[in-house]
């Protein structure tokens, strides 16, 4: 089930902490194929049969320095693809966490310039050990609560997992509760059955280990 979406209309949230951004970085290079190829063929919306993608260009972003999370957003973006709304393409946000930008940020230039070119919307990521208090993936996501509600319960968009199934992934599903009760007015309880049914419409979709 973790899987591309066959829906590319619908937004998709992926958290992937660590090594677990790894698929991620697959669905970012297809969902750049779709945009590039609507752009050239607005017909072949939905008949992709393969990926013709070439190695990205190293991203000119400048270090931040001792900022406590990076979460940025370029809307004025001219190099193709455009931003994903332009093509009919649905959102796509990533949430990524390291301990420290110098050391293990994994796939810094490809991510990057997917942000740039317009194929990533937003990229967050929590460096947890670059400042006193720790920082995680889920700390983001509650911070965007509002974003993750929008695109998750209006849009009935997707939402991805990938990485340690020990801790990550049950705080990463806690926040999703507390987004849902908070940003819903639900119960915790609505909230929780909420989450159990975008699991049975294969809308909440984990890749875990422990």
């Known amino acids: 089930d973790f899987n591309f979406p066959a829906d590319v209309s619908r937004p998709m949230i992926m958290v992937g902490p660590g090594t677990g951004v790894s698929p991620f970085r697959g669905f970012l290079m297809y969902r750049r194929y779709q945009a590039l190829a609507i752009t050239r063929h607005p017909s072949s919306v939905g008949a992709w049969r393969g990926m013709d993608y070439h190695s990205l260009e190293e991203s000119d972003s400048d270090d931040e320095g001792g900022r406590r999370v990076v979460n940025t957003h370029h809307k004025n973006r001219s190099v193709s693809p455009k931003s994903s709304n332009e093509h009919g393409l649905g959102e796509v946000v990533l949430y990524f966490g390291c301990q420290n930008r110098n050391i293990d940020y994994l796939y810094k230039e490809d991510l990057e310039r997917f942000e740039k070119d317009g194929t990533l919307d937003a990229l967050h990521i929590a460096?947890?050990?670059?400042?006193?208090?720790?920082?995680?993936?889920?700390?983001l996501m509650e911070a965007n609560g509002e974003e993750v509600h929008r695109m998750l319960v209006e849009k009935k968009g997707y939402f991805f997992v990938c990485g340690d199934g020990t801790r990550m992934a049950r705080d990463v599903m806690a926040s999703v509760i507390r987004i849902f009760q908070k940003h819903g007015s639900l119960s915790e309880d609505a909230a929780r059955k909420h989450v159990i049914e975008m699991m049975k419409e294969k809308r909440?979709?984990?890749?875990i280990w422990s």
Do not use: G, N
Request: avoid cysteine.
């Open 127 to 139: 460096f947890s050990r670059e400042q006193e208090e720790k920082v995680y993936v889920q700390h």
């Open 204 to 207: 909440y979709v984990q890749d």
